[in-house]
């Protein structure tokens, strides 16, 4: 089994950064990527993608976000980080860490999900 443990959340003002982590443990085969989604507080609204990154260090984002957020993972590959500038309200949202992996040999790939981290953009 995977483990995903989300930090960093909190209440910043428009404008400010925030930067995000996601502790990965457990019993894993191989990790294909490890990201990020989010959703809004409202009522009915989905959980939407916001970054991703694969082994190979190659990294996806979502038009929202590109060239404010940045993700990254430790060279242990143990962490995943989401670094958050230029914060806006429309980021408001709980933050979700994902990991789309294989547990055993032969196996096929599973996705794996964090409890959430609340990130909370107001003045």
């Known amino acids: 089994q995977v483990q995903l443990v989300e930090s960093g959340g909190g209440l910043v003002q428009p404008g400010e950064s925030l930067r995000l982590s996601c502790a990965v443990s457990?019993?894993?085969?191989?990790?294909?990527?490890i990201g990020w989604y989010r959703q809004a507080p409202a009522p009915g609204n989905e959980r939407t993608f916001v970054a991703t990154i694969f082994m190979l260090g190659n990294a996806l984002y979502a038009e929202s976000v590109r060239g404010r957020f940045t993700i990254s993972r430790n060279s242990a590959e143990n962490t995943v980080d989401l670094q958050m500038n230029s914060l806006q309200p429309e980021d408001t949202a709980v933050y979700y860490c994902?990991?789309?992996?294989?547990?055993?040999?032969?196996?096929?790939?599973?996705?794996?999900w964090g409890q959430g981290t609340q990130v909370t953009v107001s003045s």
């Open positions: 994902h990991v789309n992996g294989i547990l055993n040999v032969g196996a096929g790939p599973e996705d794996f």
């Open positions: 457990g019993s894993v085969f191989r990790i294909n990527h």
